[in-house]
C-alpha cells in the first residue's frame, strides 16, 4: 500500500522524518488494560514500528464489554495474544507481539526483559511498587516512561522523561528581516526603490520591508546616536507611512504601517534560543551527544565568530504585496 | 425511576459522520451501553482514511463509510443495532429527525454543521419538550479539537460561535491571475483560472487523481515560468481539497469527550459539559473550559434583528462586500431583498436588491450594485439576507449615519 496516500493526512503534521522516527520507534505495553489497548490503537494506526504487550491474564467476559480488541470468541484464550491480533489488523506495516509474563513481577523473573529494548513504556493499572521500580529502571536508561489510569469519569496520565529534545519544529519560523542591521546585498536591493515614484503602478508595488527600511535609514541619518527606536518615534513613522499612501488601496503601505511596531525592533537573540546556546551540555559534548546538543553548539559557534553576535539568518519571508519579480528577488538576498 | 443501562439501551443516538471521529464515536457509544445507534454519512472510503478511520480496511476502499463502519460495530459488539444512511445530511426530513433524542456530530465541514445545528434549533418548541434534541459537536484539527454542547434555544449554537473559526484564507485574484508570489498562488491558478479555461465542459473532480495531475503539472510549470519554488504534488492536494491533518488519537481524545457527555445528558448521572472544551495539544497539553454566551442577534437562535449603520453614499456592492467580511456570518455569495413592508425608494427596481442566480435575475439587478443606498432605501430599512452557507434568513436593519444628508449628485 503506498504509505503517502495512507498517512497523508498525518505527513501534514509531521513530514517524513517525523514518521521515520515513528516507524523505528518500538513500543512496550505493560498489561492489555482497555485504556492501554486504546493507547495502542493510536499508535499503530500512525504506523510506529513494533509494539510488545506485556500481559498474563486469560480475556474475560469483562473485558469483552470495554475493550473494542477483544472478541466474544476470544474468551478463555491469553488477553496479550488476543489484543496482538486485533491490532495487527489495523496496519498491516506494524509488528506486534505478547511477552506472556506478570507485568508485575517481570522485572525479577524475565530476565531477558529489558527496558532499554523500548523506545517507550506504557504502564497501566501497575501497583505504586512495580511502578517506582520501573521509574527508577526507565530513568537509569532514559526511556521515556507513560502511566495512565482511568476509573469511571475521572483518570489521569503522567510522564516520565529526562530530556525531549526537537531538532526540526514545525511551528514556523519567526520573521527576522534585520531591517535595523540590513546586510549588503539587502541595503542594495532597498535603494533600487523610489518611494516617490511617479508611475502609480509600481508605488503600489513597493514590498513594505523597503518601505520600512527606507524610513528607518531616514531616522538613522537623523539620530546618528540613538541605539533604538522608541516607542514614540515608531508611531510616528506609521503615521507618516499611512499618510504617504495615495488610495486607501495601497495594501504595500498598509503593510508597512502594520508591521512597524515589531519589524523596527532591534535584533536580537530570542532569550529561549539564548537559554540553549548558554546550557552547559554546550561544552559536554562526547560521541554519544545527541545530535541537538551539537547543533546547538555549533549554532554558538556561529554567533560567536561569523554571525557577530547574531543567528544565522532563515531567509524565510512571508508573502507580502509586490509583483512577482521582486517577492522572487527578495526570497533571494 | 428508571434505570441508567435502560436508559442508554433505549435511547436513539444519530451520529452525523462515519469519519475519523465517527469511527470512535460509534465504538465508544456501543462500550458505553447505547444500545439503538444510527449513523448518517454520504462519503466512501478512501486509503488517506486508514491512518485513523479504525473500522476500515485497505480492502473497503470505495465502499460506504455508514454502511462498513455500522456493520463492523454490529458485528464485533453484542446486542447493539447500528443503523447507516448514505446519504446527505440534508436528505433527510423532519420526520428522520425527530426520531433521535440526541444527535453528535463528528463532522469535517463548517457548512454541514451550521445546517444540522439551524435544524435541530428550528425543531425545537417549548411546549414540546421531546422536540429538544441535545447536539453534542466535536471537532479536530491536527492536535488540537474542541467538543461542545448546544441544548437548542437553551444554550449558545454553532451559528452563535462562527466568529470563533480560523479565516479563510482567499488569495486575491488579482495576485492569482498577474503576481503569483507563493506555490499556492500557482495552485489556485491552475485551478480556477487555467482548468476552466482549457476544458470548460468538466468539473474539476479534486477526488480524482488524474485530475490533480493535471493541475500539479500546471501550476508546477506556471511556477517555474515566475522562478517560484515549493510546488509539490502534496501541496497541490492540500491546497485545491482543502485538506485538514488529522490523527487518531486527537480523534479519540474529543469523541471521547462528546459520548462522555452524551452518557452525562442520557442517564443525568453527572451534570454535563458547559457548554465548550478547547483542547490544545500542540504546546504540551491544555485545556480550556468556558460557557460560550448566545448572542441575542444570532441569526438562528437568537430574537434580534441586526442593525449595520453605514453612509448612505455607500454603494449596495460596498454593502455586501462589507457583509461578506463579516467573521460571525462568513457569508460566500449573499443576495439581497428588502423585507416585504418596506417602500423602496425611486432609486429602486423593487424589493430585489441584487440576486447572484439565476442569471436572468442577476442581470436585472445589476445595475443596483453600483447605485447608492440612500438613493435605494431610507434610514431604518429592513433588509432580507440569503446566502447559500446561512442556513436560514438573515434580517438586517439598515441605518445611515447622515440620514438628512443629500446624497444627490
Redesign the interface.
Known amino acids: 500500500m503506498d504509505k503517502t496516500r495512507r498517512y497523508d493526512r498525518q505527513l501534514r503534521l509531521w513530514k517524513a522524518h517525523g514518521q521515520a522516527r515513528l516507524e523505528a520507534a518500538h513500543i512496550c505495553l505493560l498489561n492489555g488494560t482497555a485504556t492501554g489497548s486504546e493507547t495502542l490503537k493510536n499508535l499503530v494506526l500512525p504506523g510506529i514500528g513494533a509494539f510488545t504487550i506485556v500481559d498474563h491474564r486469560l480475556v474475560a467476559e469483562t473485558d469483552t464489554g470495554c475493550n473494542f480488541f477483544v472478541t466474544k470468541s476470544d474468551i478463555g484464550q491469553p488477553r496479550g495474544k488476543a489484543i496482538v491480533e486485533h491490532l495487527k489488523g489495523l496496519n498491516e506495516e506494524v509488528s506486534g507481539r505478547w511477552v506472556n509474563q506478570n507485568p508485575e513481577t517481570i522485572l525479577d523473573k524475565d530476565s531477558s526483559f529489558s527496558v532499554s529494548d523500548y523506545s517507550l513504556i506504557i504502564a497501566t493499572q501497575c501497583s505504586s511498587e512495580m511502578l517506582i521500580r520501573l521509574a527508577a529502571n526507565c530513568q537509569e536508561v532514559g526511556v521515556p516512561l507513560v502511566v495512565c489510569e482511568t476509573a469511571g469519569f475521572i483518570g489521569y496520565l503522567r510522564i516520565q522523561i529526562q530530556e525531549h529534545t526537537i531538532i526540526e519544529s514545525y511551528s514556523g519560523p519567526n520573521e527576522d528581516l534585520r531591517l535595523d542591521r540590513p546586510f549588503p546585498t539587502l541595503t542594495e536591493f532597498v535603494q533600487k526603490f523610489d518611494l516617490n515614484d511617479p508611475d502609480s503602478m509600481a508605488h503600489g508595488q513597493i514590498p513594505y520591508i523597503v518601505i520600512l527600511l527606507q524610513y528607518y535609514q531616514a531616522w538613522q541619518r537623523n539620530n546618528p546616536e540613538a541605539p533604538s527606536m522608541t516607542l514614540k518615534e515608531k508611531k510616528v513613522i506609521r503615521e507618516a507611512i499611512t499618510r504617504a499612501m495615495r488610495h486607501p488601496d495601497e495594501e504595500n503601505f498598509e503593510e508597512a504601517a502594520k508591521n512597524v511596531l515589531w519589524a523596527l525592533n532591534t535584533t536580537q537573540i530570542p532569550p529561549p534560543v539564548r537559554e540553549i546556546l548558554e546550557n552547559p551540555r554546550c561544552d559536554q559534548l562526547t560521541e554519544n551527544s545527541p545530535d541537538f546538543w551539537v547543533l546547538a553548539r555549533a549554532m554558538r559557534d556561529f554567533v560567536q565568530q561569523e554571525g557577530d553576535g547574531m543567528l544565522p539568518l532563515s531567509g524565510h519571508v512571508s508573502d507580502m504585496k509586490t509583483d512577482t519579480a521582486n517577492f522572487v528577488a527578495i526570497q533571494s538576498l | 425511576m428508571r434505570s441508567a443501562p435502560k436508559l442508554l439501551h433505549t435511547c436513539r443516538v444519530l451520529v452525523v459522520g462515519a469519519g475519523g471521529l465517527g469511527c470512535e464515536i460509534l ?1 465508544d457509544l456501543a ?1 458505553s451501553g447505547f444500545r439503538d445507534i444510527s449513523v448518517i454519512d454520504m462519503d466512501t472510503i478512501d ?2 482514511n ?3 478511520q ?1 473500522l476500515f ?2 480492502k473497503d476502499v470505495g465502499q460506504s463509510k455508514a454502511y462498513t463502519a455500522a456493520a463492523f460495530v454490529t458485528e ?3 446486542d447493539v443495532k447500528v443503523t447507516p444512511y448514505h446519504c446527505k445530511i440534508q436528505d433527510k426530513d423532519w420526520d428522520f429527525y425527530s426520531k433521535f433524542q440526541i444527535v453528535i456530530c463528528g463532522l469535517d465541514s463548517v457548512e454541514a454543521r451550521r445546517w444540522m445545528n439551524a435544524f435541530l434549533i428550528d425543531m425545537a418548541d417549548f411546549d414540546d419538550p421531546d422536540s429538544i434534541i441535545p447536539l453534542v459537536d466535536g471537532g479536530t484539527e ?2 488540537d479539537g474542541q467538543a461542545r454542547v448546544i441544548i437548542p434555544r437553551i444554550t449558545s449554537c454553532y451559528e452563535c460561535s462562527l466568529s470563533l473559526l480560523k479565516k479563510q484564507v482567499v488569495y486575491p485574484i488579482c495576485t492569482i491571475a ?5 506555490p499556492e498562488h500557482c495552485i489556485e491558478w491552475a485551478s480556477m483560472i487555467k482548468w476552466p479555461e482549457v476544458k470548460p465542459d468538466e468539473v474539476l473532480d479534486t477526488d480524482n487523481p488524474v485530475h490533480l495531475q493535471w493541475v500539479y503539472k500546471q501550476a508546477l510549470a506556471r511556477a517555474s515560468t ?3 519554488p515549493g510546488v509539490t504534488y ?1 501541496l497541490t ?2 491546497v485545491v481539497k482543502n ?7 486527537t480523534n ?1 481524545i474529543i469523541a471521547a469527550a462528546c459520548v ?1 457527555e452524551a452518557l452525562k445528558l442520557t442517564t443525568g448521572c ?1 451534570p454535563y459539559l458547559d457548554n465548550y472544551m478547547m483542547y490544545t495539544g ?1 504546546d504540551g497539553v491544555y485545556t480550556y473550559t468556558y460557557n460560550h454566551a448566545s448572542r441575542p442577534d444570532c441569526p438562528v437562535c437568537g430574537g434580534e434583528v441586526r442593525t449595520l449603520t453605514v453612509s448612505a453614499s455607500l454603494q449596495l456592492a460596498e454593502l455586501i462586500e462589507q457583509l461578506g467580511e463579516m467573521p460571525d456570518l462568513r457569508l460566500q455569495s449573499p443576495n439581497l431583498r428588502m423585507a416585504t413592508n418596506t417602500a423602496p425608494k425611486t432609486g429602486a427596481t423593487g424589493l430585489s436588491l441584487y440576486l447572484q442566480s439565476p442569471p436572468q435575475l442577476e442581470a436585472v439587478t445589476h445595475p443596483n450594485l453600483t447605485k447608492r443606498l440612500g438613493d435605494l432605501m431610507a434610514s431604518g430599512t429592513e433588509l432580507v439576507v440569503t446566502d447559500k452557507s446561512l442556513p436560514v434568513s438573515l434580517s438586517l436593519t439598515i441605518k445611515f449615519t447622515n440620514e438628512n444628508m443629500n446624497v444627490e449628485p
Do not use: C, W
Open positions: 465504538k462500550l486509503v488517506s486508514l491512518n485513523r479504525f480496511r485497505p464485533r459488539i453484542d491536527g492536535f498577474n503576481t503569483p508570489r507563493l515566475f522562478q517560484i502534496m492536494q492540500g485538506i485538514i491533518p488529522a490523527i487518531a488519537s479519540a462522555n453527572h500542540t
